[in-house]
């Protein structure tokens, strides 16, 4: 098998037919809330409910279909219809379900289901309850489409669907201007990303007259190196829109305005994956392209590196998790750059990562919940009592991310750490420093919440969730248990094909003993000490001291704020403001002489028009012999 | 020296069904005259209306079966393609232009029928003869009496209209010219409300437009001495093969010209067009500025492009000063203008400007246009046709605004009418903004047609000129919407009620506007197939 060979898809047959009902479920429960409005106020929620498991029943068919197929014909393709026919361009619209897919397919769903289970207790109470259903659904419905996509165009219609919904969401409780702002700003972020998106969209339709997966991963050899480049520099800032990387990841933390199980959906199982999604499926592009590959690497290190420092500093639960899942999001992306070796890495580290930071997010959101919707960490301490099923599902999530032995986190992370040293070793320490620094953070969390003492307010009195938030908790957790275990020795194999990839030769569920495993086990130890030391062995302070510089850069999101100021609004504001006075002073001024100036023109005009007949009519023959001598000087020339 | 030929006379052969749309119009007109003479006064309204609109529909349709002759006879002109054997001819751009003549004229109809915003008569005069101000008139206007002729006369000047755009010789030319012309004369002077104005504004036509014709007449002698011959295509042949000095031609050219562009309303033969349209009853003003318009333009085109085709290149920079001149004056103008009806009689001026352009540009097949492209005639006739649903429908509105019994045109007399009635109002405003040429409205498809047909024909320049000039003529309609919608109410002026005469032409005139905005696709395709002139084969 060489490395570039990816599979040629079948025609859909059979059950495959409706694969375009994955979607449509979702969405049509969408519009239904959304159109009928009040009337499903009562029952609105629980059809919403129903609709991801619904289509996740129909992944599930499509997935038992996909196994028992010859490895061969494991990706199958639906044409719904031609959607441009213009001169040279015939761009249809379809489906590819292929083993990469039909993975995000199953997270998404099963994950987002378990999210809307969670929500129907958590949004109990809210007046737009309805509308938050009808969103929620909208989102999956984007996703899907945007990892269902035969093409990059229609791929585009799903990213461009997850961020209205990710904006609808985020500001959800719009009457809070933070929850509004932070909407906005997802909002604007994520088109800086777009246009790269756009751009490279663009770039496609120029070389190859289409957009579609198959036909660009077969041109993509052919085209000049420097258009490859220029492409792969375009799709990086694409994922680095929705994938909160660095530089475009000042959003991701605002984005915890939104209600909690939104944060829990964008986090873990939908939206910031896609930037994942889109570098492997373009594994083709990427591996004509070297010096893109490695900006890939690059642009993921520094973000899980940048994470993990955020993590360190914040005290909101809820900004600490965001900062860790840039973190592990910058895992992934640090895989997807280092080629075939990562790719499958990236997805494996993907969806276990969709487990434990679904459990931890809604954990976050049950601890909140008890807390009165307080994410002050300084003032939690000692809830293990209080919320058994939250801190027990929490501290499956805890041991899963900081990679302990035999939980998910522990098979996903340490291939990543590893192909990164295999392929650079600078990325490899780094990749082994974040994880030690994720351990840190992470046990800072887990002491700070659930052990040493009771730091609450007064008039808090924290109580377990209901059933409809514990359930899909306990769910994830044994998905984040045994996630890894399960998905260890087989993962490799399956997406060997879709992404370009040989099979690896040997894995299984025990784990891979080596040197670097080992010293991996030793950091992570390390991390997990110091913050004990640090956290676990005395007294937190209800308010937050000084810190050191670090802390203070990291609380402050690494001044990203502050430098995107600088550079993008600033200028931008008063270039704006140029314009503006532009357009009063010279434009404004053109189109008021415009009107002014045939206005007087008029007045001296219109004495002519004096109404007398021999004054018209001597205007006539004027004319007329004007006419007759340029008609004949006309013939003269 | 050889004895002449005995005269011989051969009757011509006459196409009665491809003749029949105008001999309907015609026939109707003398049935009407006759209902005038023996039919009880109390029911000539009735009959009149039903009368003129029962002909307009059954020519109409009468036309509608004849479509797909005149594909034919494109390809064999001689024998089908001429009704009259020489002086008229069936072409393609002969049906659109009978087309749009007719179903124009009707919605003019319906505006000349409509007695309710008059108090239960119709805009015309009770008494014609009397002197304005008299007992006589008073009593007139007191026993109720009205002039019925209204119809017939318009229904003249409409046969004549179709015959000059079927002329396929000067003299039919200029009779048809003289038949269209004369009942607008009457017309003109029959308004209702301000007599003398009224007079005043017939009497003008009148006499400027007999010296425009006795112009068109003189020339039409030059041309006939240059040639030997009226037939268009005799005069074909001797343009493309005389040896002969073109003195007689060019004075012709230019005599006829001005004569037609004096019917256009082409600056500097203009001066009429303000005075008449405001003196004359609202609903032949519009019936004046669209139908007189499209018949002009097609006989004008059909003189310039099949006669003096051949000699383009003199004519061409001609047209091109006119056509600037008056997009600049009607334009700059109407800025200007405080009554409504003299803003929309300069609004027509600077329109025929815009479609002079396309004139100039002469983008035919003749000078290698693509099939299935829009040309000149194509262009012209839609921008027309946009042009006539916004006009017809800013006149229909103009009778509905009233003070005092009478129409309210000082446009101090419209501030804030929109706000008041809104429908009126945002009715207004898209026939405004058709009238700018603001997309999704028929008139910016117009333009972008005939500016197109300019470019495509060469004159790239006058595009641009004609581009720019159109941005400043948006000004005079914002003006109009301004008043509408952002100044005080008056209070003054009020819309009256209307019948459903008015409401059907308001009705028609929106849903053509915005509908051949949007998607005007399906008549340009028609029209770019059959709007095409029949050429003889010269020599």
Redesign the interface.
């Known amino acids: 098998m060489t490395l570039l060979e990816t599979l040629d898809p079948v025609a859909a047959t059979g059950a495959f037919a409706f694969a375009w009902l994955l979607i449509a479920i979702p969405a049509a429960i969408a519009a239904l809330l959304l159109i009928a409005g009040k009337v499903t106020n009562g029952f609105g929620h629980f059809i919403a409910t129903l609709a991801p498991f619904a289509s996740f029943v129909l992944a599930v068919v499509y997935f038992a279909d996909l196994l028992g197929a010859d490895p061969s014909e494991r990706a199958v393709e639906l044409t719904l219809f031609t959607w441009i026919s213009s001169g040279a361009w015939t761009l249809t619209a379809g489906l590819l379900i292929d083993p990469l897919s039909i993975l995000f397919v199953l997270l998404i769903t099963f994950v987002g289901g378990l999210i809307h289970i969670y929500s129907i207790g958590y949004m109990a109470h809210d007046p737009n309850r309805r509308r938050f259903f009808a969103y929620l659904n909208l989102f999956i419905a984007a996703m899907l489409i945007l990892v269902l996509a035969d093409s990059y165009l229609v791929l585009f219609i799903g990213w461009e669907g997850v961020g209205l919904a990710s904006y609808l969401l985020i500001s959800f409780w719009q009457e809070r201007p933070s929850a509004a702002t932070a909407g906005k700003k997802a909002f604007v972020v994520n088109r800086i990303g777009d246009l790269g998106l756009l751009m490279a969209i663009f770039s496609m339709l120029m070389l190859f007259g289409t957009t579609n997966f198959q036909a660009v991963d077969a041109g993509a050899e052919l085209i000049p190196g420097h258009w490859a480049t220029l492409i792969g520099f375009f799709l990086l800032l694409a994922a680095c829109g929705k994938s909160a990387q660095v530089p475009l990841q000042s959003w991701l933390l605002d984005a915890m305005e939104g209600p909690t199980p939104v944060s829990a959906l964008i986090h873990a199982a939908t939206m910031v994956t896609a930037g994942v999604y889109l570098v492997v499926r373009s594994n083709a592009l990427y591996a004509q392209t070297p010096t893109a590959q490695i900006a890939v690497a690059l642009v993921g290190t520094v973000t899980l590196l940048a994470g993990a420092w955020i993590g360190c500093a914040k005290d909101d639960i809820k900004k600490v998790l965001a900062g860790s899942t840039m973190s592990q999001i910058g895992y992934m992306i640090l895989a997807a750059g280092i080629g075939p070796a990562g790719y499958a890495f990236a997805i494996f580290h993907l969806l276990t990562h969709g487990f434990f930071k679904a459990t931890m997010f809604l954990g976050a959101g049950s601890v909140m919940h008890g807390m009165n919707d307080d994410t002050d960490m300084r003032r939690f301490g000692a809830l293990r009592k209080a919320m058994p099923i939250t801190f027990v599902t929490f501290a499956v999530g805890y041991l899963a991310i900081i990679g302990f032995p035999f939980f998910s986190g522990f098979y996903s992370k340490d291939h990543i750490i590893e192909a990164a040293w295999a392929n650079q070793p600078v990325l490899g320490v780094l990749a082994l420093i974040g994880a030690g620094v994720t351990a840190f953070y992470m046990t800072r969390l887990m002491f700070m919440t659930f052990l040493g003492q009771a730091r609450w307010k007064d008039g808090v009195h924290p109580h377990e969730s209901p059933l409809s938030m514990g359930v899909p908790l306990i769910i994830l957790a044994v998905g984040s248990f045994i996630g890894g275990m399960a998905l260890n020795g087989w993962i490799g194999g399956w997406l060997a094909d879709a992404v370009g990839a040989e099979a690896p030769e040997h894995a299984s569920w025990l784990p891979h003993i080596t040197v670097l495993g080992i010293i991996t086990l030793l950091v992570v130890a390390a991390g997990v000490a110091l913050g004990w030391y640090l956290f676990g062995r005395q007294e937190i302070p209800t308010t937050a001291p000084a810190g050191s510089i670090l802390t203070k850069i990291g609380r402050h999101d690494l001044y990203a704020d502050t430098v995107n100021e600088a550079i993008f609004m600033r200028p931008g504001v008063a270039l704006a403001n140029g314009v503006a006075t532009l357009d009063d002073v010279a434009i404004d001024g053109a189109v008021n002489a ?2 002014r100036l ?2 007087a ?3 001296r ?2 004495l ?2 004096n ?1 007398y ?1 021999r ?3 001597l ?2 023959v ?3 012999v ?3 001598l ?3 000087l ?2 003269l020339v | 020296m050889t004895p002449l030929a005995p005269l011989a006379f051969t009757a011509p052969t006459i196409n009665y069904g491809l003749f029949a749309p105008v001999l309907f119009v015609l026939g109707a007109a003398c049935v009407g005259i006759l209902v005038e003479a023996f039919a009880p006064r109390a029911l000539r309204f009735q009959i009149q209306v039903a009368l003129s609109l029962i002909a307009l529909a059954a020519a109409f349709v009468n036309l509608v079966l004849n479509w797909g002759i005149a594909s034919r006879a494109l390809i064999d002109p001689v024998t089908v393609g001429q009704v009259v054997t020489g002086s008229l001819i069936h072409d393609g751009a002969t049906q659109v232009m009978w087309a749009m003549l007719l179903g124009f004229g009707f919605v003019s109809l319906l505006l000349f029928a409509e007695r309710r915003v008059h108090g239960g008569v119709t805009a015309f005069t009770p008494m014609a003869a009397a002197t304005p101000g008299s007992k006589a008139e008073t009593e007139a206007a007191e026993a109720g009496l009205e002039h019925t002729e209204a119809f017939p006369l318009a229904l003249f000047s409409l046969s004549g209209m179709l015959l000059i755009v079927a002329a396929n010789d000067l003299l039919t030319m200029f009779v048809a010219l003289e038949i269209l012309s004369f009942p607008l004369y009457v017309l003109c002077g029959l308004a209702r409300h301000r007599r003398l104005l009224s007079q005043e504004s017939a009497l003008k036509y009148f006499l400027l437009g007999s010296g425009a014709s006795a112009m068109l007449l003189f020339g039409v002698a030059l041309v006939f001495g240059y040639s030997g011959s009226f037939a268009y295509d005799g005069i074909v042949t001797a343009v493309t093969l005389s040896q002969e000095s073109d003195r007689l031609l060019i004075g012709g050219v230019a005599l006829i010209a001005v004569g037609l562009l004096f019917k256009i309303g082409a600056v500097p033969f203009h001066a009429w067009v303000p005075d008449v349209y405001q003196g004359a009853p609202t609903p032949v003003t519009s019936f004046m500025a669209v139908c007189t318009k499209i018949a002009a333009a097609g006989a004008l085109l059909r003189i310039f492009y099949v006669c003096f085709g051949g000699a383009r290149l003199t004519w061409q920079p001609v047209i091109a000063a006119v056509a600037i001149l008056t997009m600049i004056v009607g334009t700059v103008v109407a800025i200007v203008q405080t009554d409504i009806k003299r803003l929309l009689a300069y609004s027509s001026v600077a329109h025929a400007g815009f479609l002079l352009t396309a004139v100039t540009g002469a983008a035919t097949t003749q000078s290698g246009l693509a099939d299935g492209q829009l040309g000149s005639v194509g262009a012209i006739l839609f921008y027309l046709i946009g042009y006539g649903f916004a006009t017809i429908g800013c006149f229909a509105v103009v009778t509905v605004v009233r003070a005092h019994g009478r129409e309210a045109t000082e446009l101090s007399q419209w501030a804030g009418l929109g706000r008041r009635y809104p429908v009126i109002g945002i009715s207004m405003v898209i026939l405004l903004l058709s009238l700018a040429g603001i997309p999704l409205t028929a008139g910016f498809v117009g333009k972008f047609a005939v500016f197109t047909a300019a470019w495509q024909g060469g004159y790239w320049w006058l595009a641009l000129v004609a581009v720019l000039v159109s941005v400043v003529a948006v000004y005079i309609y914002l003006r109009v919407i301004i008043v509408l919608f952002f100044r005080e109410p008056a209070g003054e002026a009020e819309v009256t009620i209307a019948g459903p005469m008015t409401l059907i032409v308001l009705a028609i005139s929106l849903i053509g506007t915005l509908v051949l905005g949007i998607a005007p696709a399906p008549v340009t395709n028609v029209i770019a197939q059959a709007a095409e002139f029949l050429h003889a084969v010269a020599g």
């Open positions: 415009s009107g045939p206005g023109l008029g007045g005009v219109k002519l028009e109404g007949v004054t018209y009519g205007t006539m004027c004319g007329a004007l006419v007759g340029s008609l004949a006309s013939r």
